[in-house]
């Protein structure tokens, strides 16, 4: 049993000691003392059913053995930084993760969070191009750093830095945008950017394959083909962030670009990799990743033993429990029954997403598309005390975001359609 601090200790010394930025999704906030697979265990030893999975940051599940085992072993070995010495264990997982790749993409760089891997994508691009114009879509979430944060395109997330060379072009969004799924015509953006707010030249393009943070949009069907087409024409470099749709999360594929049939020069990952382990990546072709010997280029604990460790038993428990085939089956079956929710409930305005990525937006009015953001709010906490944890996101907060642990059951999504159905029969 648990014998630390309570809740109530830990957020009193939050309040003192930590940022006052941090924020917690409910009124009375949860404290998670531990987790076994799919599942989160409070203070009480209270049983929740993760459908958030710390925000797609555990793949294979919580506390997973493999990943504890190769964890621990490790750091009983030795634990230190990726530099200066050799260790098998950066060389296993880079060897391991190339092999996951498409194309040419087959050198990897370690970081240790998903702004830093896009810091260095759009840097790559910048120095492989010449040029400094990057396109990123609007609604995108890239990161908090200078670079991520310019090309980060919600107002919620930027604070007010110089922001240079990067473009917003419109977003591919089926559900709220103008040209609703075709892909093309949205793409016509980027080839207009480049046109009129350009030299011609551009450094790059990135996108997730399917927004997290912006609320589980799935790129229009057709826009990638067509943006990375004019990227291309224009010199540049096109970067996919697989930091939440990766790792087979989407079940269809092992990466989330691949549904749109391109092949990225750079791809940039985080979170799931990991399963919770501080790791993120940059993996690119041989003749890119040249660029970086132009000058000293170091992080202490990119691709550190420890962490790498870890990220080559994720790969392998993945591969181990079929966990993409299992994201396809239970993910398709959870889109249907929350599919048929929708019919149930005016307030359920759009069920999207692919395999363990899925999002529900609430709408106060369906022609209007009106925000239901306090219902989206109560629906979560009314959920969390059926035991169910579901995230949320969106411009507007208004969309629950569904990525649990790649291991969820059928009986998990049934559980936790059917925690969602009670609470919204009772509003
Ligand atoms: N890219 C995407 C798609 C993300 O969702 C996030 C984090 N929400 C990041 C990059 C940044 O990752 P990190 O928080 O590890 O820096």
């Known amino acids: ?6 809740a109530d200790q830990i957020l009193a010394k939050r309040k003192q000691y930590l940022s006052p930025s941090l924020f917690h999704f409910f009124s009375k906030p949860l404290n998670v003392v531990d987790g076994k697979m799919q599942y989160l265990f409070d203070e009480n030893g209270r049983r929740y059913l993760d459908g958030f999975g710390g925000i797609a940051t555990v793949c294979c599940g919580h506390c997973h053995p493999d990943v504890v085992d190769a964890i621990v072993k490790q750091v009983n070995r030795i634990q230190h930084s990726t530099v200066l010495y050799l260790n098998h264990a950066i060389a296993d997982f880079a060897e391991a993760l190339a092999s996951k790749m498409p194309g040419n993409l087959k050198v990897v760089f370690f ?12 840097m790559i691009a910048r120095l492989y191009t010449g040029c400094q114009d990057i396109i990123s879509l609007r609604n995108a979430y890239h990161g908090n750093a200078a670079g991520t944060m310019g090309a980060t395109a919600q107002s919620l997330w930027k604070f007010n830095v110089i922001q240079s060379g990067v473009h917003h072009a419109l977003n591919p969004d089926p559900y709220r945008g103008v040209f609703g799924s075709d892909g093309e015509m949205y793409a016509k953006d980027v080839q207009d950017i480049i046109d009129f707010g350009t030299s011609g030249h551009v450094a790059g393009f990135i996108s997730e394959a399917i927004q997290g943070v912006g609320g589980i949009i799935e790129l229009a069907p057709d ?11 224009a010199g540049g470099l096109c970067i996919a962030d697989e930091v939440q749709a990766g790792f087979g999360r989407t079940g269809s594929h092992f990466w989330g670009f691949e549904a749109q049939g391109v092949v990225p020069d750079i791809v940039t990952m985080a979170k799931g990799i990991g399963n919770g382990i501080p790791l993120g990546a940059v993996v690119t072709t041989p003749e890119i990743a040249e660029v970086l010997t132009r000058r000293c280029y170091f992080n202490t604990f ?5 962490c790498t460790a870890a990220g080559l038993a994720v790969l392998r428990v993945i591969e181990k429990e079929n966990l993409q085939e299992n994201a396809l089956v239970v993910g398709s079956h959870l889109k249907k029954r929350l599919a048929e929710l929708k019919d149930k409930y005016e307030i359920i305005g759009d069920v999207r997403g692919k395999g363990l990525m899925l999002g529900v937006e609430l709408v106060t009015d369906r022609q209007q598309k009106t925000p239901a953001k306090a219902e989206t709010l109560h629906v979560m906490e009314q959920m969390k005390e059926l035991g169910v944890l579901i995230g949320k996101g969106g411009f507007y907060g208004n969309v629950f975001r569904i ?20 609470t919204m029969s009772k509003m």
């Open 403 to 422: 990525t649990p642990p790649l291991c969820f059951t059928k009986e998990d999504a049934d559980f936790l359609v059917d925690a969602m159905d009670h």
């Open 1 to 6: 049993p648990y014998t630390g601090p309570s």
């Open 111 to 122: 970081t240790n969070s998903g702004t830093e891997a896009n810091e260095l994508a759009l």
């Open 302 to 306: 990119g691709g550190n033993p420890l």
């Open 223 to 233: 826009y990638l083909p067509a943006a990375y087409k004019s990227i291309k024409k």
